[in-house]
C-alpha cells in the first residue's frame, strides 16, 4: 500500500481516538519511523504531508538526511551512545532517548542550537528495554537544569510488545501521570508538556491516554528493507 494509503487510515484511527477521549487532533504529531525503509520510501511520506521522520541508527539517519535534508523535522527514537552523538547532532530537531546524565551532558557539549529532549522511561519495567525507572525520572530531571543546550519537552516510553489492551493502556497512563507530575514543578528547562509514546499495534490506545506523538514504522511505511529487522 502507498503510504498516503496508509496515513489515511491511520489519520482515521488517530480522529476516532480524539474523538473518544476528548482531545484535540492537533495535539497528535505522527512520526514516520522510517529505519526499516528506503530514502524512496521515506520520501514517499513527506509526499504524503508527514512532516516529521524518525531513524533509531545513526546510520539510517545521516542516510536520509543526505537526501531529504531539512525538509522534514528529524527524530533520533533508538538508544543512542554518547560516542554518536556528534554525528547526529546537526541533523536532528528532537532526541526522544535521554536516559542518563553522560549522554545528556554530550548532547549539550555538541549541541549548537537548542536540542528538544525527551526522557525516556522504561514503564513496563522488561529487562530489555532502555530508559529510567519512573521514579528515577524525578531526581534525574534536575540534574539536567544549567544544560543550556537541552529541553526537557516530554517523555518517550515504549510499551510491552503485548495485545492486551488494559496492560498497554496501563503503560501508557502511567507515563502520562508522572508527565503531569513533572508540569507540575514548573520547571523552565523542563516544560515536559509532551508524551512520545503509541507504535504501530498500539498507537490508537496511545492517543486515547495522551500521546503528543506517535511513532509510527510497520502500518505506516511498511518494513520493505530485510536486514533491517535485527535488534541493535
Ligand atoms: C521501530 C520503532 C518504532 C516503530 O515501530 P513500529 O512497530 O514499526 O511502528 C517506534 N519507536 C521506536 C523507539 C522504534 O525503535
Redesign the pocket.
Known sequence: MSVSANYEIINQQINSACEKSGRNRAEVKVIA?T??VSVARAKEALDAGILHL?E?RDEGLLEKWSVLADKPSWHF??SLQTRKVKNIIDKVDFI??VDRLSLAVEINKRATRTINCFIQVNVSGEASKHGLEPDQVGEFIYQLKDLSNIRIIGLMT?APNIKDETELRDCFRKLRQLRDKIVDLNLEFAPCTELSMG???DFAIAVEEGATMV??????VG?EVEEAHHEY
Open positions: 519511523v529505519k526499516y524518525g533509531n527514537i533508538g526522544h532517548s515504549m507504535m504501530s499495534n511513532r509510527i514504522g510497520t502500518a505506516l518494513e
